[in-house]
């Protein structure tokens, strides 16, 4: 079941490796997922679903051209929490 006004977020660092993706919850959970060493061109796309708990959330990830060389800008999106 979708959950309204219950964010997630995500971040996006260059530690430990080049687009490491940290999704967090309003709860205070908080993961982190690293992409295939393959990925950092620009146009590039990385999708996945972040399990948390028993938390679920869509993540997007996009390589862009920076000022300083190639960054990542991460989304989420369908935050949704199994029975049980």
């Not at 959950?3 to 995500?10: E, I, N, T, V």
């Not at 660092?13 to 993706?21: E, G, I």
């Not at 295939?36 to 399990?51: C, I, S």
Request: glycine share 10%; net charge negative; proline share 7%.
């Amino acid at each position: 079941m979708p959950l309204l006004g219950f964010p997630a977020s995500a971040t996006v660092s260059d530690q430990p490796t080049f687009c490491t993706v940290t999704v967090h919850l309003s709860t205070g959970a908080s993961q982190s997922y690293q992409p295939d060493p393959a990925f950092g061109n620009p146009g590039d796309t990385w999708d996945f679903v972040a399990t948390l708990g028993s938390y679920r959330v869509n993540v997007h990830v996009l390589v862009v051209s920076g000022a300083n060389g190639n960054e990542c800008q991460a989304t989420t999106s369908h935050l949704t929490r199994t029975a049980g």
